[in-house]
């Protein structure tokens, strides 16, 4: 299946209804001649995280990263890419320091393997996650250490031949949730089960240290291309998933 028939090119005019959210998928790669032009619309922090970078294919993939963020959520602030000001909580996840309308636009990114995921949505939590299946790691080993019992279980009852995709939709799945709580890799993995089985409905199955968590959350699965998973969280009730293919996002 060619999974770009599900990314398509955003409309001139984006608006973003409180019962949406809007996942966006940039090939990093591809911006390698608007590299100079997202570097000045970055401000001195990411200047500085993106000068840390040992190797130019991932400093240039952050930059590219950030400059698209910039230019993506200008689209929906109507504020120039390069005025836009972050704060950070005390566990790193960036957001808008300002509020746009009477609703903030929050956000979430992630990047894997030169592709990123940008999630959108109007006042509700959000978090993404976005894995290259990669078949050279021991995925039970690493399943035992991070999974809950129930996930290390219906991973192991799957056929050889389908754990590691199953291995990486669930790794997506819990990544994607514990960022929309913005807690990060402080909140255990262990303490919670996502689905994982092919044809399974894509859920949060249970929270060990808070049953209604089930209720709070709603989780979806995304192709973003060949060879690669991902995930979006999004905090309240179902909601509808617009998907976007972004390569030049011009800021307003």
């Not at 570097?39 to 400093?59: G, N, S, V």
């Not at 566990?91 to 995921?117: Q, R, T, W």
């Amino acid at each position: 299946m060619n999974s770009d028939v599900l990314w398509s090119d955003p409309p001139d005019h984006l608006v973003l209804q409180a019962d949406e959210v809007h996942v966006w998928r940039v090939v990093l790669d591809r911006l390698s001649q608007n590299i100079p032009a997202l570097w000045h619309t970055l401000q001195e922090d990411e200047h500085i995280r993106a000068e840390r970078f040992a190797f130019p294919t991932d400093r240039n993939h952050f930059i590219a990263a950030r400059g698209m963020l910039r230019a993506i959520l200008s689209r929906y602030t109507a504020i120039a890419p390069e005025k836009l000001r972050f704060r950070y909580s005390s566990y790193g996840k960036p957001f808008l320091d300002c509020e746009v309308d009477a609703a903030p636009i929050c956000f979430n990114l992630s990047h894997s393997y030169g592709v990123a995921l940008y999630a959108m949505t109007q006042g509700r939590k959000v978090g993404v996650d976005i894995e290259h299946v990669r078949y050279n790691i021991d995925i039970m080993t690493l399943a035992s250490a991070y999974f809950s019992a129930h996930e290390f279980r219906s991973l192991r009852e799957l056929p050889v031949d389908l754990r590691h995709e199953a291995f990486f939709t669930c790794w997506t799945r819990k990544e994607a949730y514990i960022k929309a709580r913005g807690e990060g890799l402080s909140y255990p993995l262990d303490q919670f089960d996502v689905s994982l089985r092919p044809g399974d409905p894509v859920a949060i199955l249970q929270n060990y240290s808070d049953p209604s968590e089930t209720l709070r959350w709603v989780l979806y699965h995304l192709a973003p291309g060949f060879g690669y998973i991902g995930a979006v969280a999004v905090e309240g009730q179902e909601c509808c998933v617009q998907q976007w293919q972004a390569s030049e996002v011009q800021g307003h």
